[in-house]
C-alpha cells in the first residue's frame, strides 16, 4: 500500500469510499508537530472540491486507471461522443467528465481517457494546445510593447486575452492547465 509521500497532482486515490483526484497539494513541516500534507482533491463521481489534511506517512489507497487513446467525434446533446481508435467502439462521455476540458480541444483529436472498471472516469488532455483565432480586433504595427490584451474567440468557441498584435486566423498555443495564452504558433 502506498503512502503520503507518493501523493502528485492528477494521482486518483480511493478516500473514505469515493474515487477523488489530487489537484495540489503542499508538504508543511510544524514546529512542534510532525509532517502534514496538504492536499485539495476533487470528487470524480460529485465534482466537488475538498481540502484534506494527511499525516506523513499515512497509508493511502491509490487507485489504478486504465487510459485508452480515444478520438472525439462530436457532442450530441449533454454528451459527448469519443471512438476508441483500435475497436471503432463509440461511447458517450457524460457532460461532467468532459465539460471543463472541451473548450481545448477540436473534433477528431485524440486525448487519453480514463477508465475505472470499464467505466470512464476522467479525460487527460495535452498541456499545450494550438488553437486558430477566429474573431479578434484588428492588430496595429507597434502595440507589441505596451503588454494589453484584447479578447478573441478560437475556434473551439473559448474566448481567451491574447495580446494586441495577434490576428484572426493566427494559431496560438494555450496553456490547458490555466487556459492562458502562452505564444504565437508558425
Not at 489530487?22 to 510532525?34: D, L, S
Not at 461522443?81 to 467528465?97: A, C, G, K, V
Request: with cysteine; glycine share 6%.
Amino acid at each position: 500500500m502506498a503512502t503520503t509521500s507518493d501523493i502528485r497532482n492528477g494521482l486518483v486515490i480511493n478516500h473514505n469510499g469515493d474515487l477523488v483526484k489530487i489537484i495540489e497539494f503542499q508538504h508543511v513541516k510544524t514546529a512542534r508537530g510532525g509532517a502534514r500534507i496538504r492536499t485539495k482533491f476533487k470528487n470524480i463521481r460529485t465534482g466537488q472540491v475538498v481540502d484534506n489534511t494527511f499525516r506523513s506517512g499515512e497509508k493511502i489507497d491509490i487507485v489504478r486507471l486504465e487510459a485508452k487513446e480515444m478520438q472525439y467525434l462530436y457532442k450530441d446533446g449533454p454528451s459527448y461522443i469519443f471512438m476508441n481508435s483500435e475497436t471503432y467502439d463509440q461511447i458517450p462521455l457524460s457532460e461532467e467528465i468532459f465539460k471543463e476540458t472541451s473548450q481545448f480541444i477540436k473534433e477528431s483529436e485524440v486525448i487519453k481517457v480514463l477508465f475505472h472498471n470499464e467505466k470512464p472516469i476522467d479525460v487527460e488532455i495535452p498541456i499545450f494546445v494550438n488553437l486558430e483565432v477566429l474573431t479578434t480586433e484588428p492588430g496595429i504595427k507597434g502595440d507589441t510593447v505596451t503588454g494589453a490584451s484584447k479578447p478573441a474567440v478560437l475556434e473551439t468557441g473559448y474566448t481567451i486575452q491574447v495580446p494586441l498584435f495577434i490576428n484572426v486566423g493566427d494559431k496560438i498555443r494555450i496553456d490547458t492547465r490555466t487556459g492562458s495564452y502562452c505564444e504565437r504558433v508558425k
